[in-house]
Every structure is written in C-alpha cells, then in structure tokens.
Nanobody, 115 residues
Framework: QVQLVESGGGLVQPGGSLRLSCAAS????????MGWYRQAPGKQRELVAT???????NYADSVKGRFTISRDNAKNTVYLQMGSLNREDTAVYYC?????????WGKGTLVTVSS
C-alpha cells in the first residue's frame, strides 16, 4: 500500500509565499510522475504542476512563473514552491503520484490566501 502525505498548507497574505511537500511511503518500487492538483470551493479539481522522474515539468498557465515544482527522488518527495500568491490560489492542494502503473492521491492540504 502507498500513502501520500502532504504538508505545508496554511494561511498566507496576498503576495506571499508558501512551500508544500508531499512524501510517498509504502510499497514503492518506482515512481513515474508526481504532481500537484488543486480544488477551489465550488470548482473542479485542476492540474497545477507535474514533474516526471526525469525532471520534466509541466505547469498550468495560471501558475507559470509563480510556482516551481521539484522532487527529491531519494526521499520520494515532491515539493511545490508557491510565490506571488493571490486569492485565486485559495484551494485544497492535492498531491498525486503515478506509481507502478497506479495513481495515488493524498488527502490534501488547505492553502488560504487572505489578508
């Protein structure tokens, strides 16, 4: 069984920064891609950023230039550095991992951007 545990969410003022982490644990033989998705109140879950095990990244247009995804393969951990946050970034952020041909989700961490 694989578990994904996110951390780092919280309350931040507009223009501020926050870093999310997601650690994968359990029966892990190979992790392909890892990524972050988010779901704002009343909206569908959407892709934020993904990163392959080779380091190739993909970002939603809305976060390009503000967010950076990275991973530590030795720790089975993916990070999301978020900057220039605005109220539209308020959402529950979910970690997703593609491991051994299966998709796993974390339980999410809430990010609230408010003054």
């Amino acid at each position: 069984q694989v578990q994904l545990v996110e951390s780092g969410g919280g309350l931040v003022q507009p223009g501020g920064s926050l870093r999310l982490s997601c650690a994968a644990s359990g029966s892990i033989f190979s992790i392909n891609s890892m990524g972050w998705y988010r779901q704002a109140p009343g909206k569908q879950r959407e892709l934020v950023a993904t990163i392959t095990n080779g380091g190739n990244t993909n970002y939603a247009d809305s976060v390009k230039g503000r967010f950076t995804i990275s991973r530590d393969n030795a720790k089975n951990t993916v990070y999301l550095q978020m900057g220039s946050l605005n109220r539209e970034d308020t959402a529950v952020y979910y970690c997703r991992a593609y491991i051994s041909n299966r998709i796993y989700w974390g339980k999410g961490t809430l990010v609230t951007v408010s003054s």
